[in-house]
Nanobody, 125 residues
Framework: QVHLVQSGGGSVQAGGSLRLSCKASGYTHSSYCMGWLRQVPGKEREGVASIYLGGGGEYYTESAKGRFTIGLDNAKNALYLQMNRLKPEDTAIYFC??????????????????WGQGTQVTVSS
């Protein structure tokens, strides 16, 4: 079981930036898809961005493309999400997740059973 501990997030005005981090432990191989999802009250969690732990690229939903960057900090065993040009519609609780898989898309993350604790991101207009 992968253990995920999140940090970062907070409140910012529209156009600002925030960075989320997720420290991961407990995985024993590199065939993991890791990434970020978000959830607003009354809606299901939706994938935002994903990255394959074994290498091979980053994947973004249309809403995140060009504004968000997902990456791995291997020295810290951490996943991050750099969010730039934030919009009020980005307001949500953000979760990091990991799922053992040979493929990796943001939507795949919704099937994960390993989640971070969640962190609030609030973007004011």
């Amino acid at each position: 079981q992968v253990h995920l501990v999140q940090s970062g997030g907070g409140s910012v005005q529209a156009g600002g930036s925030l960075r989320l981090s997720c420290k991961a432990s407990g995985y024993t191989h590199s065939s993991y898809c890791m990434g970020w999802l978000r959830q607003v009250p009354g809606k299901e969690r939706e994938g935002v961005a994903s990255i394959y732990l074994g290498g091979g690229g980053e994947y973004y939903t249309e809403s995140a493309k060009g504004r968000f960057t997902i990456g791995l900090d291997n020295a810290k065993n951490a996943l991050y999400l750099q969010m730039n040009r934030l919009k009020p519609e980005d307001t949500a609780i953000y979760f990091c997740a990991a799922v053992a898989s040979d493929t990796c898309t943001p939507s795949l993350l919704t099937s994960s059973r390993d989640w971070g604790q969640g962190t609030q991101v609030t973007v004011s207009s």
